[in-house]
């Protein structure tokens, strides 16, 4: 059975960083095009970023330029590398791995305040 547990949120300053984690189980990450959302307080799930199982990447525009997502294959793992973080990137952010079918982790909570 797929599973997606998120990793590596929590309270930061803006301007800091943090390093998100989707540890895959189940499936393998290099197969599925990997994503992250994130979902705010009284607004929609929004796309964040994804790698192609082919290992194209794409953002979306807030996330250009201060988000990097990864893959590493060995240990069937995605990241979220987040610089420059601003309180509009509290959130939380949730893994979805899609194939056939459609996998979401249960998010990881982060919180960008003073």
């Known amino acids: 059975q797929a599973k997606l547990v998120e990793s590596g949120g929590g309270l930061v300053q803006p301007g800091g960083s943090l390093n998100l984690s989707c540890a895959a189980s189940?499936?393998?990450?290099?197969?599925?095009?990997m994503g992250w959302f994130r979902q705010a307080p009284g607004k929609e799930r929004e796309f964040v970023a994804q790698?192609?199982?082919?290992?194209?990447?794409f953002y979306n525009h807030p996330a250009k330029g201060r988000f990097t997502i990864s893959r590493d294959d060995a240990k069937n793992t995605v990241y979220l590398q987040m610089t420059s973080l601003k309180p509009d990137d509290t959130a939380v952010y949730y893994c979805k791995a899609t194939w056939f079918q459609s996998y979401w982790g249960q998010g990881t909570q982060v919180t960008v305040s003073s």
């Open positions: 189940g499936i393998s990450v290099s197969e599925h095009t």
């Open positions: 790698v192609s199982s082919v290992g194209s990447l």
